[in-house]
């Protein structure tokens, strides 16, 4: 039988402990009989005796156990925990659970229905499908709470997990062996988030269980609202910049710019050398530009997806020049053509510029709405 293994971090519990510990064993325990479940708690040698309560309880239930150690921070703790229970204690899903009681252990039964159902990890959620939390919160730090997971969503750009703070989770053990040696760099709650997010980086799959957190009754949350805000801004950002340097982003970049000047060089000579109208000689040059970016994309941005036989390469081009010279006859010349009507051929460099304005917000239209169709399918 798989074993779970329920990780309960703790820092001066001693009123917590034993409640949870018995509603765990009591109510929980029993009603779960595809797996084997057991308890660790992960005290960080807290001054008012938390360690005294669980090794109490520890005679009278076998399936208990504690692993010690110097305060350094939550996370520190949970690597700390998890490294215990897989190697110690045979854990196949650990569970990160709340000493104090506002995590509801009557939504264990779910969590593991989604692991059994294929998902790697499971969190459990305030923000959607009809999680919540404490309605006698002060509205600030109800608007904390929400905008906080709002910001990380929006910087992160993955909008389809709500809750990335929060410490109610199920993880199977290979996410964590996997992710183990990358999870040292924040060692207090930004731990949550840094591991939430790495794990999704690597395509393990995620489901959410909606739960209501209720209010701490006993003891003091352990939070320490500065120092953790900072962390998790400076890793969100950090993250982030970092995921879109490796992306095709900048590469696309420096292809458009080097289009550009392509583009606007061959205009410069066309409208000083002929006698052509000055919309014709940009969608002349234009091409110069829409040649180089078809191949240099080709070959560098999306060298992965790269033509192989030659009858594909020229197909995919044909299909990129009729594409492209949409936006530039309409968009680009069309408002070179209008200025040159209006005001004359002498400002040509300002229609020009326009132009390629308009054109670049088209294209990013269409790149947007391509992007979005796609994530609507998934
Ligand atoms: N071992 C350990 N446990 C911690 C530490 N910080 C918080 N915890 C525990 O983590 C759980 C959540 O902490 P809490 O202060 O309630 O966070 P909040 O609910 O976000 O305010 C509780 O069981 C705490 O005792 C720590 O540094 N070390
Ligand atoms: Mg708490």
Redesign the pocket.
Known sequence: MKKVVII??????KGNIEPIIKTLEKDIVPQITNYSLAILV???NSPDGTAEEVKKMMKEWKNIDIVQGE?H??GA?YIRGMTYAVEKMQADVMFEF???G?HDPKKIPEFLKKIDDGYDVVIGTRYSGGGSVPSNWPLIRKAYSIFGNLLVRTVLGRFSIHDWTG?YRAIKKDVFLKEKDRLTEFRG?TFQVSFLHKSVQDGYTVAEVPFHFSD?TLGN???APKEYIFNLLKYIFTARTREVLHSSFPKFLIVGGFGFILNAVFYEILVRNTDLPIALANIFAAQTAIFSNFNFNNVWTFKAQKSTSIFSYLKKMIGFFATSNTGVIFIQSGTIQIGDMLYGEQYYRIYFLAGTFFLLMWNFTMYRKIIWRKKRKV
């Open positions: 309960i971090p703790t820092y001066n519990e992960a005290d960080d305060k921070g939550l703790a709340d000493a104090d506002q410490g709650y701490r949350s352990k939070i």
